[in-house]
């Protein structure tokens, strides 16, 4: 089991910025795979940014060089700072965690709830 809470979601405008956090245990923070999708109306879920338990991060194209994901260890948080956002990366944004990143967007086996982003032109 893998306790996800994400919070940081909300509404800005196009071009601005918002910092995600997903809130967890010191064994997923420390050892799994962990990343962050996103959903919207009419469109698939989508996994834009992964990291290993190593920090190696990948990136979906869509979000390449706006978004960054890292991790603090000490309060056992992931974060998704996002920048230059546009109505396109309007979503629920889910926090995700897995054993292995296993190379693709198949490595999460524990899911939060997650939070809803709107960006307004």
């Known amino acids: 089991e893998a306790p996800l809470a994400e919070f940081g979601g909300g509404s800005v405008q196009t071009g601005g910025s918002l910092r995600l956090s997903c809130a967890t245990d010191?064994?997923?923070?420390?050892?799994?795979?962990m990343g962050w999708f996103r959903q919207s109306p009419g469109k698939g879920r989508e996994g834009i940014a992964r990291?290993?338990?190593?920090?190696?991060?990948t990136y979906a194209d869509s979000v390449k060089g706006r978004f960054t994901i890292s991790r603090d260890r000490e309060q056992n948080i992931l974060y998704l700072q996002m920048s230059s956002l546009s109505p396109d990366d309007s979503a629920m944004y889910v926090c995700?965690?897995?054993?292995?990143?296993?190379?693709?967007?198949?490595?999460?086996?524990?899911w939060g709830q997650g939070t809803q982003v709107t960006v307004s032109s």
């Open positions: 995700a965690a897995g054993p292995s990143c296993n190379g693709d967007w198949t490595f999460a086996t524990f």
């Open positions: 010191k064994w997923t923070i420390g050892l799994r795979c």
């Open positions: 990291s290993t338990m190593y920090d190696y991060a």
